[in-house]
């Protein structure tokens, strides 16, 4: 740290991050249905010590103290997300009155403590049913997004501030369908992309069920990871550009209206991620940009992925980019036979956190600018819509609980946000994930992301040092 933090400009909106399945628990009450996060959590060997959602923070029987730790904060904005199997069990059809009443309880809370809602739409809960029905590998599946926010938007469309309809897309296709280690647990490997292509139409689809609604901004949000090469020679750097293509263009691009990334389209013009195996038949930058692609496996035989008309709908306008940023990664070109052009590589120099992760807010600050300089005019303004640190947090017997290092993580950060502004760039906010520690997907509970401390025996909340100096940073000065 060096010295006090500068300013930020009014208005600037300050927030905390959560997520349905991570926090709420309440897994079957009320009507809610299963989704495919408890389906895979209750398979053996997926998660840490077997955790699971089940119980998770209690958010959903205590959510008005947790909106009392948001108000003692001083955030103006909390970021959490809508649990589609609690709207719509079956995952399509008819909304659960019951579901959709928590959420109004919640933004209610919110609203009278002065703190804005800002509503996640999918944050990776998929309803059963609809894995069943095929997942993100099926069309249908983004038709039925679209309805399903509707029905959201149709209860709290007059109550929300800013709409985020996906988060983190890259995140859910690469570990949920081409590796394997979140739900669904597909191990896809580039087969992979129908479940980019299906979200990013399902993204489209509910942007304009949601401006139907309601005049709130709409956004999504995207993780993104700046590339590291590990060595120097041509291969490692295709297979940097490779690796940059699936993590931080797949997504933006086509959101922005410049379609699929060339890196990913076959000799024809199409969109095929085997063209990522063979980077010198790359087609010219300004050759016609995926409009069919290999055929939809969750479609009718001979049926194209890629369909007229569904790049418009991706491109639908959007009010902001949701940015979440955690740090960046080192890669390598993959060894010969490698069903992947990459291998991803630890990053030396940089301290790191409990989950070894590299702590670079320098990252941060070059994915900003870099943001600015690939889309210009295109590129709506930013919010870093997540952004955090595990460590091994643990309450003192004196009832404290010190995290120093998140402290100097967020300090970090915000100092490249501060400078990335300094640069330019059109940054709105920053949502610290997370207001709680809380259910770390294949990590279950032993991942401890919260400015709040959670004991997930007792419920007990104890707000950590860095709650205060959030709190503090925070607070109108
Ligand atoms: O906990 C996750 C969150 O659900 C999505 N973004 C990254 C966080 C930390 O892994």
Not at 45 to 72: I, K, W
Not at 281 to 310: F, I, M, N, T
Not at 423 to 433: A, C, H, I, P, S
Request: glycine residues 12%; charged residues 20%.
């Amino acid at each position: 740290m060096t010295g006090p933090m500068p300013d930020f400009p009014a208005g600037f909106t300050w927030g905390v991050a959560t997520s349905a399945y991570q926090i709420e628990g309440a897994t079957t009450t009320d009507g809610r249905g299963p989704s495919i996060w408890d389906t895979f959590a209750r398979a053996p060997g997926r998660v840490v010590d077997g955790g699971t959602g089940d119980v998770a923070c209690d958010h959903y029987h205590r959510y008005a103290e947790d909106v009392e730790l948001m108000a003692g904060l001083g955030v103006g904005a909390y970021r959490f997300s809508v649990a589609w199997p609690r709207v719509q069990p079956a995952g399509s059809g008819p909304a659960n009155p019951a579901g959709l009443d928590f959420y109004d309880r919640l933004v209610d809370a919110l609203l009278a403590r002065d703190i804005d809602p800002v509503a996640t739409l999918f944050h990776w809960d998929l309803p059963q049913p609809r894995q069943d029905a095929g997942g993100w590998l099926a069309r249908d599946t983004a038709h039925r997004f679209a309805d399903y926010a509707d029905l959201v938007a149709a209860r709290l469309g007059d109550r929300i501030r800013l709409w985020i309809t996906l988060n983190e897309p890259f995140v859910h296709m690469s570990l949920g369908y081409a590796m394997g280690v979140h739900a669904p647990g597909e191990v896809r490997l580039l087969d992979a992309v129908p479940a980019a292509h299906h979200q990013l139409l399902g993204h489209g689809l509910a942007v304009a069920a949601l401006r139907a609604r309601t005049g709130s901004p709409i956004a999504i949000a995207n993780n993104y990871s700046p590339v590291r090469l590990a060595g120097d020679t041509a291969a490692d750097r295709a297979a940097a550009r490779a690796y940059d293509a699936l993590h931080n263009r797949l997504f933006t691009d086509p959101l922005l209206g410049r379609g699929y990334p060339a890196d990913l389209l076959g000799p024809a013009g199409l969109l095929d991620p085997r063209a990522l195996l063979d980077p010198g038949a790359l087609p010219e930058p300004d050759g016609p940009l995926g409009l069919a692609g290999p055929l939809d496996p969750g479609g009718p035989a001979g049926v194209a992925l890629v369909r007229p008309g569904d790049l418009e709908t991706i491109a639908a306008p959007i009010d902001a980019l949701g940015v979440n940023y955690y740090s960046p990664t080192g890669v390598r070109a993959a060894e010969a036979g490698s069903p992947l052009p990459f291998e991803p590589v630890p990053l030396g120099g940089y301290p790191t956190t409990s989950f070894g992760w590299p702590v670079a807010p320098d990252g941060l600050r070059e994915l900003l600018t870099s943001l600015r300089d690939r889309y210009g005019d295109d590129l709506p303004p930013i919010y870093v819509t997540e952004g955090g640190c595990s460590y091994d947090d643990v309450v003192q017997p004196d009832g404290r609980c010190h995290d120093p290092e998140r402290i100097a993580y967020l300090d970090g950060h915000l100092r490249a946000v501060r400078d990335a502004l300094d640069d330019g760039v059109d940054v709105r906010g920053y949502f610290v994930w997370s207001l709680l520690d809380n259910f770390e997907w294949a990590e279950g509970y032993t991942k401890r992301f919260g400015l709040v401390h959670v004991d997930f025996d007792t419920q007990v909340r104890t707000p950590k040092s860095s709650y205060a100096w959030y709190r503090d940073l925070v607070r109108p000065r």
